[in-house]
């Protein structure tokens, strides 16, 4: 399993890796062009996702997307991330434990 998490640009100090999973799991509006279509009555409405980890593998890959995208252009982020090698805990994540 892989979590492909965004890393934050608005942080001036160091990033943890636990930043950028509480930014991956922070609830997203959807609005204008990103708006959702219901199903029944055609409508595009302003809405919300959010996405909850259940339970860790054993095994986890963890993507850091390090590109911001906007209409005219892409640009990388550059903050430095810190993480654990060995012993990453996520269980503080996890919605089923």
Do not use: G
Request: with cysteine; net charge positive; glycine share 0%.
């Amino acid at each position: 399993m892989y979590l492909s998490v965004p890393v934050p640009e608005d942080k001036k100090n160091k990033l943890t890796l636990k930043d950028c999973i509480e930014e991956f799991l922070m609830e997203e509006r959807l609005e204008k062009e990103e708006q959702w279509r219901c199903p029944k009555c055609k409508d595009f409405k302003d809405s919300a996702k959010k996405i909850d980890i259940w339970t860790v593998p054993n095994i986890l890959i963890i993507h850091l997307k390090r590109f911001k995208f906007t209409k005219h252009k892409r640009a990388k982020i550059r903050s430095l991330v810190d993480f654990p090698l060995t012993s990453l805990d996520l269980s503080d994540y996890c919605t089923y434990k």
